[in-house]
């Protein structure tokens, strides 16, 4: 807490000692600056103390003794006011031989000071006892001398020589404690530390006292008042200039306690509202607070545009032993750009982002910016109904979005007018958006972030990111969001070694070097880095409504030797290869999302068999760990079978059936996602039509095949962008989606159009089928109609919706029509009809369909005691309904 009744320790006591002559010689001169303008403004202020001791030293004392004591003064009582002057008279003469005695020993440059410097003391000794002299009048009915009151002795403001070179080598861990004002025996002491600046004057009021330059940019002055005043304000003059501010040495802390203990825990759920750059109003006046966590930091302090990026001057105190350094800078506010200069424990200094930024300049600029959001969100309708259904029971198909590429050139604003209603058209569910936390190299895609709780500025700010995410919720459309708490780049203006040590990341390298990527891996058994992920989780949800996380790399994260060979990792305490201090935070963070937002999703991306992605963090597995509490996982083992399935030629892929099969022995072992993502179109992968064998029109069939099977098997869909349209190349963050393969004017835009088309109504019929979705998690929503069926490359599946009403799913892996097919089916259905057939020639297929309704006959077959006759399209996937 900043002294504000007691003298500060250390310069304020020594410096009658320890400073040259010379200042308090400046001292006294202030002095008589502040009394005499005091003077001219005293009437209606006699009890200001700047007053008295300018303006009515004798006609003061004449004044208490007149009307009240002049007819019944004793002459004893007279006797005794002698005494005191007389007494006074010895003071005086006691403090000039000792100002003499100084002189002295003093060197000879300071001779000229010395004769002021005694002088200074004779005022705050005449100051106070006559004003007690005029007390001791008015009862003075017995004549009884009193002792004179001890004399008080002025010292020089000016900090000493050991605060003077922790401020200037940017160490000092209170600089609140000698900056600003604070009371000293004759007065109040003004301290100001303003490099560059030609001069420093106090203004208290109508007073204004010019302080001394003690060089350096160092400034100070005595002023004699009782106490330090509740208001003052600095003009702080530099060339061509003069700064009217509030002195940012004179607030309290604007932390709180709670704050503090909360970070000290690693419990700060709302951690973005504790740290950071915080625009409010402090003790009345308005300001940013800044704060940061370096706890091995010997020094912080404040750099940006309102300092000319000199944080010299700007120094953070230490809070306690949280390792939390506060400013709050009056006058500083939203569009400000800052960053935070450390002292390292080495003694050098290293120039850092705020990890706390919520807002920063565009990439390759790297400066924090103080933000204060203005957007009024008109999503109410949707946050009240998203979580009326669980995930596991409703729609839930994804278009996965890279923002920046989607349409090049688009801001969020722009993109919030494009966007929503595209997605709508189309019929998915959600957007996930690939990383928008800031990150410096656009190459990574997002991945490799060095903002976490600031959305990337190089397509506009936070608000218009808001402004974006409430545009699709007012389309219909949920908005899921890649996170990535596993790892963060090297860059030297961010995390990486923040305070000269390693903080964020683990302090042992075999720990905290990632082996594949190049970045630093998080300490996830600190509590405060835990602490910092936990409320970005939160910070992203609940200030930007994101309806969902995808977490990244989440198997990194799960297992010591991820990546690592013998020798390059340590077992844990248990001997295992499980990083437990990994599993305590993914269990922690999803605990802490389910509970405090309502109707949101977390999703794994995760490849290995880690039991218990979904399970929730309370219910324990043969592992004995309880499970990490996510809501959904992505189905990457389905996704690699699949795909190697479909690129087999198909007279190949009857000895690879079971790639298409072997996801239902798992698939509800976990709630999965079966993700079409962007990985799986980069890298010399191919776009998804490019993966398919065959010629062009076979590429297309196979692509639209896929994909009704896709959104017919149990787990939720997610596909990314191009492949609604049968991009044939490869995905590039440079230019985006080949937009102009839907152009009219090009010959072959109908194939593309044609498979757009199949993906708004496979998710048309599929929001409309509640058995597509409603029993996803449910094995009693599944039974295959026939699995075994490899040599016609052939897949039949019911599905069923909560009451009974089924849907039976067909795929034709093969490029042959099967004409009267039969199928097994239950004989409660009176008769079915094609909801989808992917060979329409509305999609770009043979048109091969069943046009009719079909009627079950009481025939056994597949062990059900009815069947039907279909006509199976080559390479196609049919769905049928009950009529």
Aim: charged share 25%; proline share 7%.
């Amino acid at each position: 807490m900043t002294p504000r009744t007691t003298p500060s320790s250390g310069s304020e006591t020594e410096s009658t000692a320890a400073q040259p002559v010379e200042k308090t010689s400046v001292a006294k001169r202030a002095t008589t600056r502040a009394a005499e303008a005091a003077e001219a403004v005293k009437k209606g202020t006699a009890k200001k103390a700047t007053a008295k001791a300018a303006g009515q030293k004798k006609a003061t004392a004449k004044k208490a003794a007149g009307k009240k004591a002049e007819a019944k003064k004793p002459a004893a009582e007279k006797g005794t006011a002698k005494k005191a002057t007389a007494k006074k008279a010895v003071a005086k003469k006691a403090v000039t031989k000792k100002a003499a005695a100084k002189k002295a020993a003093a060197k000879g440059t300071a001779a000229k000071s010395t004769p002021a410097r005694a002088a200074a003391p004779e005022k705050a000794a005449k100051k106070i006892p006559a004003q007690k002299a005029a007390q001791k009048k008015i009862p003075a009915q017995k004549a009884v001398p009193k002792p004179a009151e001890p004399v008080e002795v002025a010292v020089s403001p000016a900090l000493d020589a050991v605060d003077r070179d922790r401020l200037l080598t940017g160490t000092h861990h209170n600089p609140h404690s000698v900056l600003g004002a604070h009371p000293v025996p004759g007065g109040v002491a003004f301290r100001a530390f303003r490099p560059f600046a030609l001069s420093v004057t106090v203004v208290v009021g109508n007073l204004r006292a010019e302080l001394h330059d003690d060089g350096e940019g160092f400034f100070s002055g005595l002023l004699p008042l009782r106490e330090v005043p509740a208001g003052y304000r600095l003009l702080v003059a530099y060339e061509g200039s003069v700064q009217d501010t509030e002195d940012a040495y004179r607030f309290l802390p604007a932390l709180g306690e709670l704050d503090l203990h909360l970070i000290g825990e690693g419990r700060h759920e709302e951690l973005w509202r504790a740290l950071g750059a915080e625009p409010m109003t402090h003790q009345g006046v308005t300001g940013t607070r800044f704060t940061v966590w370096a706890p091995n930091a010997r020094g912080v302090s404040l750099a940006g545009t309102f300092n000319f990026w000199d944080g010299t001057g700007y120094p953070l105190r230490s809070l306690g032993g949280t390792g939390v350094w506060e400013l709050f800078v009056p006058g500083i506010g939203e569009g400000e750009l800052y960053k935070f200069e450390i002292t390292r424990p080495d003694g050098s200094k290293t120039l850092r982002a705020d990890p706390m930024a919520r807002r920063t300049e565009a990439p390759p600029n790297t400066s924090s910016i103080v933000y204060a959001s203005e957007h009024e969100w008109a999503d109410a309708a949707w946050l009240e109904r998203r979580g009326s259904v669980p995930t596991h029971e409703a729609p839930f198909s994804v278009y996965e979005v890279h923002l920046a590429s989607w349409r090049p050139g688009l801001t969020y604003r722009q993109l919030a007018e494009q966007l929503p209603a595209y997605v709508k058209d189309l019929g998915f569910t959600h957007v996930e958006l690939m990383p928008v936390a800031e990150h410096p190299f656009g190459g990574s895609w997002g991945y490799q972030v060095t903002g976490f709780y600031a959305p990337t500025a190089r397509l506009g700010t936070p608000d218009d990111f808001k402004y974006l995410v409430d545009a699709l919720h007012r389309a219909g459309i949920g908005v899921l969001m890649d996170w990535v708490p596993a790892h963060f780049p090297r860059d030297d203006w961010a995390l990486a070694e923040f305070d000269g040590r390693p903080l964020y990341e683990h302090e042992d390298p075999l720990r905290s070097a990632h082996p594949d990527w190049g970045t630093l891996e998080f300490d996830f058994g600190r509590r405060e880095v835990r602490n910092f992920l936990v409320a970005n989780a939160l910070y992203w949800c609940e200030e930007f409504h994101i309806d969902g996380l995808r977490v990244d790399a989440v198997a990194s994260m799960l297992y010591l030797d991820y990546s690592r060979e013998p020798g390059q990792w340590v077992p844990n305490e248990h001997g295992g290869r499980e990083n437990l201090d990994a599993v305590a935070f993914l269990q922690e963070m999803n605990a802490t999302v389910y509970r405090r937002v309502p109707g949101a999703v977390t999703i794994a991306e995760e490849s290995t068999a880690w039991d218990g992605v979904t399970r929730p963090t309370h219910v324990s597995g043969p592992g004995g760990f309880g499970g990490l509490g996510f809501g959904l996982k992505w189905n990457m083992g389905w996704m690699h079978d699949s795909l190697e399935y479909m690129a087999k030629e198909p007279v190949h892929r009857r000895y690879h059936h079971d790639e298409m099969t072997f996801s239902m022995v798992y698939a509800y072992s976990e709630n999965y996602v079966l993700p079409i993502s962007h990985d799986e179109v980069v890298h010399g992968k191919r776009s998804l039509v490019s993966k398919m064998p065959g010629d062009w029109w076979q590429q297309r069939a196979n692509h639209r095949a896929y994909l009704g099977f896709m959104w017919a098997h149990p787990g939720k869909q997610l596909l990314f962008m191009g492949q609604e349209f049968a991009q044939g190349a490869e995905w590039s963050e440079a230019h985006g989606p080949d937009w102009w393969l839907l152009d009219p004017a090009y010959g072959a835009e109908a194939d593309h159009r044609g498979v757009r088309d199949l993906i708004r109504d496979l998710n048309t019929v599929y929001r409309h089928t509640p058995a597509l979705w409603q029993r996803d998690t449910d094995p009693s929503g599944f039974q295959w109609v026939v699995g075994d069926a490899a040599d016609d490359n052939v897949f039949a599946f019911l599905r069923y919706d909560a009451e009974g009403v089924p849907l039976l799913a067909v795929s034709n892996m093969s490029p042959v029509v099967r004409d009267d097919y039969r199928l097994g089916v239950p004989d409660d259905v009176p008769a079915w009809h094609e909801a989808v057939n992917t060979d329409a020639a509305k999609y770009g297929g043979g048109d091969v369909t069943n046009p009719d309704p079909i009627k079950p006959e009481p025939q056994n077959w597949h062990g059900r005691p009815a069947s039907i006759r279909l006509t199976l399209p080559p390479l196609a996937t049919v769905w049928l309904r009950p009529a």
